[in-house]
């Protein structure tokens, strides 16, 4: 389908708007004031994505970036670092938050098209106890890959890096941003992935299509420390009961479907002459164009999409997209490529 203004709009996933279904679970949803952890359906929704992950305990904050940057916090103190790759979307999107909010250092590897190596990280990790280096008190994987075109990591490099990390005394920080893409294309299930991490950000907001909201998991220990950092950055919430609702609905109608946007991403890729085997999930990566021009074009045929680069452009499915907007999109960008 188009949105309200005829678009078809394959920028990303965060674009996608609530269904009726979902407005109308917002529109009854029961509330509290959260602050005060009186509101029964963010605590039920904070319950619920816990045991879906594993995890003792989790806190509902506003959005990923501020999940992320407090999750990395809860494992790294200030003056210490957080490794990861060089592509990840917590030292490329996230504003240089880890360092101008929380004093950490950042450091990054460049991997082989995002794909998690767990023996090239390992190798970078600088110890405790020598004041010549900045220790390394944690690692963040981000899965599925943005930058990487949705790439989901391989299962034995995390259960890998993992393993190394408890005797190493180095946490791991889950970029989940769409985990559950990852999970749904890998049959991988969700507790899975929610034991390799120490401390996970997941977010609602994304292919699940609520419209506000992320969760952050971890023991009950460090999930406290959470709601404190949480106040501190602003994102104490009241009320906030209409938003868990949405949680709540898209958990219940809106992850199997996921492979719907898999399968339709698959399409528009062949149609476009991309191989579909590159397609892990629901992004479609164009490189090698002139993506100002292409996106520009695009925007004036009616299908939106989104510039990476100079020469690369990003096409994500969601809930939004029918099969008639693959189409229809196909039709528009074929022959600019």
Not at 74 to 83: A, S
Not at 276 to 301: F, Y
Request: hydrophobic residues 45%; charged residues 20%; proline residues 4%.
């Amino acid at each position: 389908m188009a949105d309200g203004d005829g678009f078809v709009d394959l920028r990303s996933d965060t674009v996608t708007k609530p269904t009726a279904g979902m407005r109308a679970a917002m529109a009854d949803a029961e509330v509290g004031d959260d602050v005060y952890g009186e509101d029964p359906l963010v605590n039920a929704l904070e319950e619920r994505v816990a045991e879906l992950f594993g995890h003792e305990a989790a806190v509902f904050v506003p959005s990923g970036t501020m999940g992320n940057q407090i999750g990395m916090r809860l494992v790294c103190q200030p003056g210490q670092e957080v490794l990861g790759d060089a592509e990840a979307h917590v030292v490329t999107y996230e504003m240089g938050a880890a360092a101008a909010v929380f004093g950490l250092s950042t450091r990054t590897v460049v991997s082989a098209g995002g794909v998690l190596d767990a023996d090239q990280l390992i190798e970078q990790v600088r110890p405790f106890g020598n004041w010549h280096l900045t220790p390394t008190a944690a690692i963040a994987v981000e899965n599925t890959h943005n930058r990487a075109g949705g790439l989901v990591q391989p299962l034995a490099q995390l259960e890998k890096l993992f393993a190394w990390s408890r005797d190493a005394g180095v946490a791991v920080h889950l970029d989940g941003a769409r985990i559950w893409n990852a999970a749904v294309a890998s049959g991988v299930p969700l507790s899975t992935y929610g034991r390799l991490a120490d401390t996970a950000s997941v977010c609602l907001s994304k292919g699940l299509g609520a419209p506000v909201g992320s969760v952050l998991l971890s023991s009950a220990d460090r999930i406290a420390e959470a709601r404190l950092w949480r106040k501190r950055l602003g994102g104490g919430m009241r009320q906030v009961g209409v938003l868990a609702a949405a949680g709540h609905h898209a958990l219940d109608h809106h992850v199997d479907r996921l492979a719907d946007d898999h399968a339709r991403a698959r399409t528009l890729a062949e149609r476009l002459g991309v191989d579909p085997a590159t397609v892990h999930t629901n992004m479609v990566v164009l490189d090698g164009v002139a993506a100002p021009m292409l996106t520009e074009a695009a925007r004036a045929q009616g299908v939106l999409v989104s510039q990476v680069s100079a020469t690369k452009v990003r096409l994500l499915t969601h809930l939004d997209v029918d099969d008639a907007a693959i189409t229809r999109a196909a039709e528009v960008l074929a022959p600019l490529l």
